[in-house]
């Protein structure tokens, strides 16, 4: 697995604890800081956390989610 160095705007930004299981960072020089601070992140706490947010259930859940969506959007617009 890897340890997560990321920007607030990209997506997944949110599945990142900071200082726990990644760092979130604002400007060039937050990233070039948390580069640095990687060794001292627990590979447990970060393999804990990518356990609890990407189980295969979940995952199917996730996508069975958009397609109803996508299924119940495209329903209403035969209907216009």
Avoid at 39 to 61: G, H, K, M, P, S
Wanted: proline content about 1%.
């Amino acid at each position: 697995w890897n340890t997560c160095c990321d920007s607030r705007h990209t997506p997944g930004a949110e599945l990142i604890e900071h200082g726990i299981t990644g760092f979130t960072c604002v400007r060039h020089d937050d990233m070039a800081f948390a580069v640095e601070r990687v060794a001292d992140l627990d590979r447990r706490d970060c393999r804990d956390a990518f356990e609890a947010n990407f189980t295969l259930d979940r995952l199917v859940d996730e996508y069975l989610k958009v397609y109803k969506t996508v299924r119940d959007q495209h329903s209403l617009l035969k209907l216009r």
